[in-house]
């Protein structure tokens, strides 16, 4: 299965200020790329995802970047906000570029530091 | 609400034994995933089903089972509980697979299971 690997596991940033959480994965056939942000006690829940046929997409202060060469991808978060504080999860296809069950990375605990 | 039922909410039980977990999809989703989420293992996929047919396999163990029924609801099975198997198990569910449309999961609110 697709392997992915999210750093850092742990990004304290001030009120305000960008926070960026990098991913990276395995699979060239990957064409799916979602994030995931989840409360504490809480469901999983999409804020934002990417195909591979595209390199960017924006929605309001979130943003990801796919770099298909590379393989990696990122999230993008400006004007951080304290309800920003969470776990952030990226994402990819089990098994490479099927609509199957996904592979998560070990997650980033974001903080937001009034 | 994403829409997906899990019961139960929490369900405490002892080492060795066997408990089902339920899942009832968004309406109109005819695909079920369950994952398991641990503080060591992280977010890891189980299995998916499909309109009723077992569709993928992940890191599922031999001991867990699941099905999908024709109604769509779909139940995980856990037997010969161990220590290790504590954890929360969550359901998601999609519109279907399909290699062209993207394929957006929306999550139940879990299971916490406690093996004492």
């Known amino acids: 299965g697709e392997n992915v690997e999210q750093h850092p596991s742990t990004l304290s940033v001030q009120e305000g200020d960008s926070a960026v959480i990098k991913c990276t994965y395995s699979?060239?056939?990957?064409?799916?790329f979602p994030w995931y942000k989840q409360e504490l006690g809480k469901r999983p829940q999409l804020i934002i995802d990417i195909r591979s046929n595209v390199g960017e997409k924006k929605d309001q202060r979130i943003a990801v970047t796919l770099n298909k060469t590379a393989k990696h991808f990122s999230l993008h978060i400006t004007e951080t906000q304290p309800e920003d504080s969470a776990v952030y999860f990226c994402a990819a296809p089990y098994s490479g570029g099927g609509a199957d069950g996904l592979t998560f990375g070990k997650g980033t605990h974001l903080i937001i530091q009034p | 609400d994403s829409g997906v039922t899990q019961t139960p909410k929490h369900l405490i039980t002892a080492t060795g034994q066997r408990v089902t977990l339920r899942c009832s999809p968004r309406?109109?989703?005819?695909?079920v995933y369950w994952y398991q989420q641990s503080l060591d293992q992280g977010l890891q996929f189980l299995i998916q089903?499909?309109?009723?047919?077992?569709?993928a396999k992940g890191n599922i163990l031999e001991r867990f089972s699941a099905q999908q029924f024709p109604d769509l609801h779909s139940e995980l099975n856990l037997s010969s509980l161990e220590l290790g198997d504590s954890a929360l198990y969550f359901c998601?569910?999609?519109?279907?697979?399909?290699?062209?449309?993207?394929?957006?999961?929306?999550f139940g609110a879990g299971t916490r299971l406690s093996v004492l």
């Open positions: 998601a569910s999609s519109t279907g697979f399909s290699r062209i449309a993207k394929n957006i999961q929306y």
């Open positions: 309406s109109g989703d005819l695909s």
């Open positions: 089903y499909y309109n009723g047919e077992e569709r």
């Open positions: 699979d060239s056939a990957s064409n799916y």
